[in-house]
């Protein structure tokens, strides 16, 4: 499995170089991280959609990448590790938003209230599926 933590070692190696480009081999730069070539090259991919880098690929797996302002922005506000920390604050908050608001309704609204709070159980403790 692709983790948030591996994305942000990926990410910092190429944020880290002192240039605003860099190189890389898909199947020899993924051993490092202990991704298979497709895995590595699923990361890249993302990277490249989410505009953080753009690539230019040769034979051989051979990629060389232009890194964008955005990545360091990115990589400096927490990337990935942090996205995943704020989405998990988020919905803590809104279940805590919701028990609250089930405790405040008028009992003609319990039941909807009640809905709601168990949907906002169920994304709780879908948050353990993050970690």
Same mark, same amino acid.
């Given at each position: $499995?692709? =983790? ?7 990410? @910092? ?6 240039? $605003? ?11 490092? *991280?202990?991704?298979? @070539? +497709? #895995? ?6 993302? !990277?490249?959609?989410?505009? &953080? /880098? ?8 051979? /990629?060389?990448?232009? /890194? =964008?302002?955005?990545? *360091?922005? !990115? ?9 995943? $920390?704020? &989405? ?8 805590? #938003?919701?028990?609250? &608001? ?5 009992? #003609? *609204?319990? +039941? ?6 168990? /949907?906002?159980?169920?994304? $709780? =403790?879908?948050?353990?599926?993050? *970690?």
């Amino acid at each position: $499995m692709i =983790s948030s933590q591996t994305k942000d070692r990926i990410l @910092s190696k190429f944020v880290s170089v002192s240039t $605003m480009r860099c190189a890389t081999n898909i199947k020899t730069d993924c051993k490092a *991280h202990d991704l298979t @070539s +497709a #895995e590595y090259s699923a990361i890249i991919d993302q !990277f490249e959609k989410m505009g &953080l /880098i753009e690539c230019s690929r040769y034979l051989g797996g051979n /990629i060389m990448i232009c /890194i =964008s302002v955005d990545a *360091h922005d !990115f990589y400096s506000r927490g990337g990935f590790v942090g996205q995943e $920390m704020l &989405l998990k604050a988020n919905i803590e908050k809104l279940g805590l #938003e919701l028990d609250k &608001l089930a405790k405040d309704l008028a009992p #003609e *609204h319990l +039941a909807t209230a009640q809905k709601i709070a168990t /949907i906002g159980s169920a994304i $709780m =403790s879908a948050i353990g599926y993050f *970690h």
